[in-house]
């Protein structure tokens, strides 16, 4: 065999580029799939309440035609855009198996508002109202795009003032002062999510070195949080990803 027809015959082994477009590609067609499959019994349905007319009844046949005329029907329907069901399982798959098919990077585990590796600390998190998830997310499985906004609630250690530290780097969008001595932060983060950060307590000056428009690191300080306010943490998709 020639240099040449030896060189033929190896093989390259796929990038990882190479089987992140695969997977990609498959999520495409899994979504695209159950759109069809929808359009297609919504057509069965539509057709179940049309009378057939005339002396002549249709022949298995016509009938076997007409459910392939749907198909493809139902097939070109999707490729030219469909009725937006495929996009939203696609996002749905992504935001599931995405991280570990390598089609998105993982959310890093946050540095705030309060240190979360201690459980006294973290209370509890509660989803939109219109959410019904099978379980409820931990603070460090937030993802960009996963749906609602969930709201964590952190207590500081009693007799004990706790640091309030941003989670993830981003760029302070605004903080407002309430009523009863409350503060409020809210961060768009560079990982597609949104901070709205609510405690008492937060004096001592830190407030005053931050103006929006500033970026803050993950872990910088925003202020202090007294043991006697807890602190109300809302994640949520940013609304301009």
């Known amino acids: ?63 076997l035609f007409r459910d392939q005329l749907d198909d493809q029907y139902a097939e070109q329907w999707t490729k030219s855009g469909g009725i937006g069901l495929s996009k939203m399982i696609y996002e749905q798959l992504i935001d599931k198996y995405g991280t570990k098919m390598g089609l998105k990077q993982p959310v890093d585990k946050p540095l705030g508002p309060l240190p979360i590796d201690q459980k006294s600390q973290f209370t509890g998190a509660q989803m939109a109202p219109q959410a019904a998830p099978a379980r409820v997310a931990m603070p460090g499985e937030v993802s960009p795009k996963s749906g609602q906004p969930v709201t964590f609630t952190f207590q500081s250690p009693p007799d004990q003032k706790t640091e309030l530290k941003n989670p993830w780097v981003g760029v302070l969008l605004d903080k407002k002062y309430l009523e009863m001595d409350q503060m409020q932060y809210r961060i768009k983060h560079d990982n597609g999510l949104e901070s709205l950060i609510m405690t008492r307590g937060t004096g001592l000056g830190m407030e005053q070195k931050l103006s929006p428009g500033d970026t803050i690191q993950a872990g910088e300080q925003l202020g202090w949080v007294s043991s006697a306010s807890p602190v109300y943490w809302t994640v949520k998709p940013n609304v301009s990803e």
């Open 1 to 63: 065999m020639s240099e040449i027809g030896k060189l033929n015959n190896v093989r390259i082994p796929p990038t990882a580029a190479d089987k992140a477009k695969a997977a990609d590609e498959k999520l495409h067609q899994v979504a695209d799939m159950y759109e069809q499959h929808f359009i297609r019994s919504m057509m069965k349905e539509m057709r179940a309440t049309v009378q057939e007319g005339g002396f002549v009844k249709a022949s298995n046949a016509e009938k």
